[in-house]
């Protein structure tokens, strides 16, 4: 092989590393990750277990939380008061979830997840002690409600004089002004102009033109002076205005 075979070789090296998507060092083992732990629940409260399931991709796993009583394994199925439910956290892990809803004495015990793989052998995790206590007394939760009621009457009462004093510190700041003087009164009217209606104007008195009517004989007299003529009797018209 010559040196130019050899530099071929170690550049197509090279680009195979560098091309190489995300080269993990640990290999991914099928297992089941969860803490030994103890879980001290009251009567009638939640139980919440929860472990990861590593598969490493494979999806043909079956299994999930169990109760070991007397060297046996009972596996849980869902029920009204078992509620069951996955997670997928990546590509390689899933959470397994469960939920036991108003626990009794009846539900103490180890629990633990068991997984079955598709090669047909089993994996186990760590066990979780879990001990059944009293019920919490309702006297305790009124104790803890009464002060909860306290402590915010409390405030609201620190609150309200707080707010009433910077409101009276406020006001003792601003200069008092006298009084507004009210406008007199006017004088009361008499009764009688009350009752009185307003004058009515009084017609205009009409004004007639009378004429006399005067004949020829009325005129006709003795005339003292027979030399001078009688003068011509003027006949007047009578017009009436209404």
Not at 109 to 131: A, D, K, L, P, R
Request: hydrophobic content about 35%; glycine content about 6%.
């Amino acid at each position: 092989m010559g040196k130019k075979d050899m530099n071929n070789c170690l550049f197509l090296s090279l680009t195979c590393l560098c091309i190489l998507p995300g080269y993990d060092a640990e290999e991914c083992v099928t297992s089941i990750l969860a803490k030994r732990s103890s879980v001290n629940v009251p009567k009638g409260g939640t139980l919440s277990l929860s472990c990861v399931v590593q598969h490493c991709g494979d999806d043909g796993w079956t299994g999930g939380w169990g109760l070991s009583t007397e060297g046996q394994f009972l596996l849980f199925s869902p029920t009204p008061r078992h509620h069951l439910s996955n997670v997928t956290l990546t590509t390689n892990r899933t959470r397994l979830l469960m939920d036991i809803l108003n626990v009794n004495q009846s539900d103490y015990g180890m629990y633990q997840c068991q997984i079955t793989w598709v090669e047909g052998y089993t994996s186990v995790g760590h066990m979780t002690y879990v001990n059944i206590t009293a019920a919490i007394p309702p006297t305790s939760v009124w104790k803890v409600y009464s002060r909860v009621v306290v402590y915010v009457s409390t405030c609201l009462v620190i609150t309200l004089v707080l707010v009433l004093g910077l409101a009276c510190h406020i006001r003792s700041k601003i200069p008092s002004q006298p009084p507004p003087i009210p406008p007199p009164n006017p004088p009361p009217r008499s009764q009688s102009a009350r009752k009185d209606k307003p004058p009515t104007p009084k017609s205009k008195p009409k004004i007639e033109l009378v004429y006399a009517a005067l004949s020829k004989g009325c005129l006709e007299q003795p005339n003292p002076n027979p030399q001078r003529e009688a003068a011509q009797p003027t006949v007047y018209s009578s017009l009436r205005f209404s």
